[in-house]
């Protein structure tokens, strides 16, 4: 599948380059970083991460070998260590800042889209009263 960087007129560029820094100083945008950055270096979720990854791939060859105890004990443990880890306080905070990231971003996209179309329908009924 090709690719094409596509080329902005300079102006267009400065502006989504300015947009593009404002939105990674916001507040919002900072505390999303940080916090990823957090649950990133945490040892103690990585860990949970590998044994929850460990215990499903314990749990597909025991399927494989025709051992369904132990297939279901190694997804009960696998379910156990995913409540775990989801219920860390770390990935609650994560998981709430990246819906109001997320938010953040939604919102600016929608006013940037009302705007393009609302200039385009202004071009367009200049366009056409020229006709």
Known sequence: METRDFQYEAEVQEQLDRLIEALGKNEVIEDYKQIAQQVNHHEGLKQLVESIKALQK????FAHYDKP?????AIRLADEKQREFDEHPLVMLYREKLIEANDL???VTYLLEKQVNQDL????EEVRKEE
């Open 58 to 61: 314990d749990a597909v060859q």
């Open 69 to 73: 105890e132990a297939e279901r004990e």
């Open 105 to 107: 971003l939604q919102h």
């Open 121 to 124: 329908e202004e071009k367009l």
